[in-house]
């Protein structure tokens, strides 16, 4: 093979290299589902917003620039996540029965298995096992980005944080990856969020609401109030919001905090549902400040605040409304 055809063959090698190694794919097969869409966020960087996933005869191929590891969380219909953990140039299958999402399963990288296997270890488990389970996992695998993504939901955005075992567990896994600037990032938000803790005091904040008008810390030091997290495209997250509606109507001190991309598309929704509440939204998504100053990381997340101090974190809806006694 003469020189020139050396040169044409190593051109096409590495640009058909250089486009597979900087993209992820995942394929997906779905049981009793001809048509639908499915949510598709990141928690650490893989792609910037919320993108969709559209569903065509129980099928779907999702396709994203990918030029380091991360984590996708596919929303399903019923609200339910399954992660799934992206590495360049890699290609991974997600099958499953649509009446059975939560047994669904992502094939193709050895990350990904490590995550069925955890799944499968915790199909029968109760939520303080499960929170043993991930300990567990992360002292086994302090290297792997499952574990980041396990301390995150059982000891960081749980019902009840556990920021002090979520800040011990990190610092094992920065040992074993002293160079991942994420990891670094997350560990300095959840020694900011151990300042968000029950008992705490509500940390001093000054923010403008959608329509320009200044609020500060000190409008919810009084009396009861609650602080919480909200996105157009997240039905509990919304459903709080309009019981929170009426509550404020009788009194109640409420903001709400939208991490939608869109300002245009927080204000559209405020209206068409008639929410005249204090809300926030810079478009900055997880970024804003104030998200970054709460401690917020995932959604419906919310502080509830009595005299000034934190008293209780992430209520579900039904929780709030006895908070409220109704």
Same mark, same amino acid.
């Given at each position: ?6 040169? &044409? ?12 190694? #900087? ?20 928690? *650490?960087?893989?792609?910037?917003? &919320? ?5 065509q005869a129980g099928r779907f191929t999702y396709t994203v620039d990918c030029q380091t590891s991360g984590t996708l969380v596919i929303v399903f219909p ?24 939560? #047994? ?18 915790? #199909? ?11 300990? &567990? ?38 040992? !074993? ?31 403008? *609401? ?7 810390? !000190? ?81 419906? #997340? ?17 929780? &709030? ?6």
């Open positions: 093979m003469n020189k020139l055809s050396c040169l &044409i063959l190593l051109t096409l090698v590495l640009v058909s290299c250089g486009t597979n190694s #900087e993209q992820f794919t995942l394929e997906g097969r779905l049981l009793n589902l001809n048509q639908g869409e499915f949510y598709v966020y990141s928690t *650490d960087g893989v792609i910037d917003a &919320i993108d969709t996933i559209h569903v019923n609200f339910s996540e399954q992660p799934v953990f992206a590495e360049p140039g890699e290609e991974c299958k997600l099958e499953g029965d649509a009446y059975k999402l939560k #047994e669904a399963r992502v094939t193709g990288t050895k990350t990904n298995k490590l995550m069925n296997q955890f799944r499968e270890q915790i #199909e029968s488990a109760s939520p303080d096992e499960m929170r043993k389970f991930a300990e &567990i996992f992360v002292n086994d695998h302090p290297e792997s980005i499952v574990s980041i993504y396990l301390v995150r939901k059982y000891f960081i955005t749980c019902q009840n944080s556990d920021y002090k075992k979520a800040l011990q567990l990190l610092q094992i896994m920065q040992k !074993a990856q002293p160079d991942n600037g994420r990891l670094k990032q997350l560990v300095d938000q959840v020694s900011m969020q151990a300042q968000t803790a029950i008992g705490c005091p509500l940390p001093k904040f000054t923010t403008t *609401d959608i329509n320009g008008n200044t609020i500060t810390q !000190a409008d919810y030091s009084k009396g009861e109030a609650i602080i919480y997290l909200w996105a157009s495209w997240e039905y509990e997250s919304c459903n709080i919001q309009r019981y929170l509606q009426g509550k404020s109507n009788d009194g109640a001190k409420v903001l709400g905090i939208c991490v939608d991309a869109s300002i245009k598309e927080c204000k559209r929704l405020l209206d068409r549902e008639n929410i005249s509440l204090p809300v926030v939204c810079d478009g900055k998504m997880y970024d804003g400040p104030l998200i970054k100053t709460l401690g917020f990381t995932s959604i419906p #997340e919310n502080l509830y605040i009595k005299n000034g101090k934190i008293t209780d974190l992430n209520l579900t809806y039904q929780q &709030i409304r006895k908070k409220f006694n109704d």
